[in-house]
């Protein structure tokens, strides 16, 4: 026969239900977090493009002469800002999230279309999807092209 202690107050001990939430609570931090690595314009890579706006030379991009080929923006030290540019015709650029709009991972420039390896979501060059899950295009950045400078700033 086992036998019963008997179980003192205890001020500082956290009840079941408190002990859940507290967890539901780091949980959803750690998602949103780990969304935000892939998921947002805000948390991908370093540099100055995070919350802020980002300024590149065209020429420093070379895909950036094909109309319909989207180029990574990264860091001078090659990291990458999540935003990949586009050129859409002569003089005229758009800027997209890199996050896949199903779930948020960073979705890959191949050839001219983004993949999401992540269920397989694809989008063109100009965002729109092509491929589910995702549903919705991929985030849209404002540019402002530079023709004098031939720089497009991205915010
Ligand atoms: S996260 Fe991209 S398809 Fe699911």
Do not use: W
Request: charged share 10%; aromatic share 4%; proline share 4%.
């Amino acid at each position: 026969m086992s036998e019963q202690l008997p179980v003192a107050a205890c001020e500082s001990c956290v009840s079941r239900r408190d002990f859940l939430g507290r967890v539901a609570i780091v949980a959803g931090a750690i998602i949103a977090a780990g969304c935000g690595a892939a998921g947002d314009l805000t948390g991908v890579g370093s540099g100055p493009l995070p919350g802020g706006s980002v300024t590149i030379k065209i020429a420093d991009y070379a895909g950036l002469a094909t109309i319909g080929q989207p180029v990574e923006v990264r860091t001078s030290t090659g990291g990458s800002l999540g935003v990949a540019a586009v050129r859409t015709s002569a003089s005229s650029f758009i800027a997209l999230g890199m996050a896949c709009t199903h779930e948020g991972t960073k979705v890959n420039i191949q050839g001219q279309i983004f993949n999401c390896p992540n269920h397989g979501a694809r989008f063109s060059s100009t965002g729109a999807v092509t491929n589910g899950p995702a549903n919705r295009a991929l985030a849209q950045r404002t540019v402002a092209f530079d023709q004098t400078l031939q720089t497009l700033t991205i915010s």
